[in-house]
């Protein structure tokens, strides 16, 4: 989670691409800007579609075990109580999905109460107050000094730590 050119969308191609890499787990991509000239580039394993419609039928009905990422949670269904469900299936179907948004309220209630991660970009105190509550740990108030391509990785019941890779280890594949 964060603000616009933060690097949400090139970490999380880091780690479908370790995932593909490592585990040769494929990866199930909605990513509304992929048919623009500067797009993520998610991945040999990587089925990638900009129509949530046919994304959300793969994610539900296709390959389990997969990646599963939903770039731009914000704009395209984060808050739709419709979507719970298929948030919900995508988490049991599913060892690995990232929810990509820009801010703490991107997402209802259900679907963050369900998270057991989160990765923060800089924010803003009241953003970072509310997943401080949410994860039970202070430690996330330091969201707010970090630098751009900067991350907190906060594991539920686990310490959080600083997360920076360069840009070639975000190609070459992370690992969780």
């Not at 998610?42 to 075990?65: E, I, M, Q, Y």
């Not at 970009?121 to 430690?139: H, V």
């Amino acid at each position: 989670m964060g603000g616009s050119e933060s690097g949400k969308s090139f970490l999380v191609s880091g780690y479908v691409r370790g995932q593909w890499r490592i585990h040769n787990r494929r990866a199930i991509v909605f990513d509304p800007w992929c048919k623009e000239k500067k797009r993520t580039d998610w991945g040999a394993g990587a089925w990638v579609t900009d129509n949530f419609s046919r994304w959300k039928l793969a994610a539900t009905t296709g390959p389990k075990g997969c990646v599963v990422v939903w770039d731009e949670g914000t704009s395209y269904g984060g808050r739709d109580r419709e979507n719970v469900e298929i948030f919900t299936a995508i988490r049991h179907c599913h060892p690995v999905f990232f929810f990509i948004g820009h801010r703490f309220d991107a997402m209802l209630p259900v679907m963050r109460g369900s998270l057991t991660d989160v990765f923060l970009a800089r924010c803003r105190s009241g953003d970072a107050e509310e997943w401080a509550d949410a994860f039970t740990d202070d430690d996330i108030m330091q969201a707010c000094d970090l630098a751009q391509y900067e991350f907190l990785h906060k594991r539920a019941f686990q310490a959080i730590r600083r997360v920076r890779h360069t840009p070639a280890e975000i190609t070459n594949g992370l690992v969780l």
